[in-house]
């Protein structure tokens, strides 16, 4: 069974919350007895069972937080539950400390699968490292939407295959904001991983923004986080090498990017965001290769921001709940 979404009648109370982008928000009267209420979210994967949707309720209630809005997915036929809640608290109520321990305890209550609680305004940012080879248009779209706080995101490094001069416009931003550039040159026997890994040791998760290297299981395994992965494709068509001229030469309508994590099996991880643009017999491979890379930068950045958000949750059969 599927369940509807369910929303509070106050969701669209709360100013600027459509740009899921705020981290406290302020009662309306007097500001003297209305204290400051700060933004959390929190995800849950579990065995299905009665009971589960009050419970959650009932543990924000009880620490006097209020519930935005509560998204709930039980897949048919399977014993499963996904949900993803927003709310508001006053974190002097409830500390962060305790509400850590709260959610523990219902996750052990439920045997849960997955129990994540992110307060944006008072846990650190996410770090990430960004993988790029030698095109620009996906990393440079990210290093500014990182400047523009639309990532909610610290970038710890660039690391790339493609040596880039001191005078190129990326080497310039890098160096005006202080963010390390590793330029690893690669080689057929040598992908230089080892040393990609002590990198990106203390990162959440990692960005390959049109990184052309294929990532090794062993890479993977060692390194035992998300990676996110643009493939300038509508997967699963056209995987693998140059996808943009596969799909011109296939005569398409539809040219499309996929955002997806990487897994071992190359461009078959679990999907994450797909974008689409209708293209003509009137376009040629120059103006369908930069339909397809203003689609990538498009679907890179908002993949980055759902992670970020918990609304990206891994279920069966390599899918993904996207709330």
């Given at each position: 069974?599927?369940?509807?979404?369910?929303?509070?009648?106050?969701?669209?109370?709360?100013?600027?919350?459509?740009?899921?982008?705020?981290?406290?928000?302020?009662?309306?009267?007097?500001?003297?007895?209305?204290?400051?209420?700060?933004?959390?979210?929190?995800?849950?994967?579990?065995?299905?069972?009665?009971?589960?949707?009050?419970?959650?309720?009932?543990?924000?209630?009880?620490?006097?937080?209020?519930?935005?809005?509560?998204?709930?997915?039980?897949?048919?036929?399977?014993?499963?539950?996904?949900?993803?809640?927003?709310?508001?608290?006053?974190?002097?109520?409830?500390?962060?400390?305790?509400?850590?321990?709260?959610?523990?305890?219902?996750?052990?209550?439920?045997?849960?699968?997955k129990s994540v609680v992110r307060v944006p305004a008072l846990d650190p940012k996410f770090k990430i490292a960004i993988l790029a080879s030698k095109q620009d248009h996906c990393l440079v779209d990210l290093l500014y939407g990182w400047q523009e706080g639309r990532l909610p995101v610290d970038i710890t490094c660039v690391i790339s295959?493609?040596?880039?001069?001191?005078?190129?416009?990326?080497?310039?931003?890098?160096?005006?904001?202080?963010?390390?550039?590793?330029?690893?040159?690669?080689?057929?026997?040598?992908?230089?991983?080892?040393?990609?890994?002590?990198?990106?040791?203390?990162?959440?998760?990692?960005?390959?923004?049109?990184?052309?290297?294929?990532?090794?299981?062993?890479?993977?395994?060692?390194?035992?986080?998300?990676?996110?992965?643009?493939?300038?494709?509508?997967?699963?068509?056209?995987?693998?090498?140059?996808?943009?001229?596969?799909?011109?030469?296939?005569?398409?309508?539809?040219?499309?990017?996929?955002?997806?994590?990487?897994?071992?099996?190359l461009d078959s991880g679990p999907i994450i965001e797909q974008m689409v643009e209708r293209v003509s017999h009137r376009d040629n491979l120059q103006s369908f290769v930069q339909k397809s890379e203003n689609l990538e930068k498009q679907c890179l950045a908002k993949a980055l921001r759902w992670h970020c958000d918990l609304r990206v949750?891994?279920?069966?059969?390599?899918?993904?709940?996207?709330?």
């Amino acid at each position: 069974m599927t369940f509807p979404r369910r929303v509070s009648s106050s969701f669209s109370q709360f100013l600027g919350f459509a740009k899921r982008s705020f981290n406290s928000y302020k009662l309306h009267g007097d500001p003297s007895s209305s204290p400051s209420l700060t933004y959390g979210i929190h995800v849950f994967h579990c065995p299905d069972a009665v009971g589960i949707v009050a419970k959650l309720s009932e543990c924000i209630a009880s620490r006097g937080g209020n519930i935005l809005g509560a998204d709930v997915f039980v897949p048919e036929k399977k014993n499963v539950l996904y949900s993803r809640s927003e709310f508001v608290f006053d974190h002097v109520k409830w500390p962060r400390k305790q509400m850590d321990e709260d959610f523990l305890e219902l996750s052990k209550m439920f045997s849960a699968i997955k129990s994540v609680v992110r307060v944006p305004a008072l846990d650190p940012k996410f770090k990430i490292a960004i993988l790029a080879s030698k095109q620009d248009h996906c990393l440079v779209d990210l290093l500014y939407g990182w400047q523009e706080g639309r990532l909610p995101v610290d970038i710890t490094c660039v690391i790339s295959n493609h040596h880039r001069g001191p005078n190129t416009h990326v080497m310039r931003f890098l160096e005006r904001d202080n963010i390390p550039y590793h330029y690893l040159q690669t080689t057929k026997e040598n992908k230089r991983e080892g040393e990609i890994l002590e990198l990106v040791l203390n990162t959440d998760f990692l960005v390959l923004a049109r990184y052309m290297q294929v990532l090794s299981g062993q890479f993977l395994r060692t390194y035992g986080k998300d990676v996110i992965n643009i493939h300038h494709s509508l997967l699963p068509s056209f995987k693998g090498g140059n996808p943009s001229k596969q799909a011109f030469d296939a005569g398409v309508k539809l040219i499309g990017a996929t955002s997806h994590f990487v897994t071992e099996e190359l461009d078959s991880g679990p999907i994450i965001e797909q974008m689409v643009e209708r293209v003509s017999h009137r376009d040629n491979l120059q103006s369908f290769v930069q339909k397809s890379e203003n689609l990538e930068k498009q679907c890179l950045a908002k993949a980055l921001r759902w992670h970020c958000d918990l609304r990206v949750l891994p279920c069966e059969e390599n899918r993904t709940v996207v709330f």
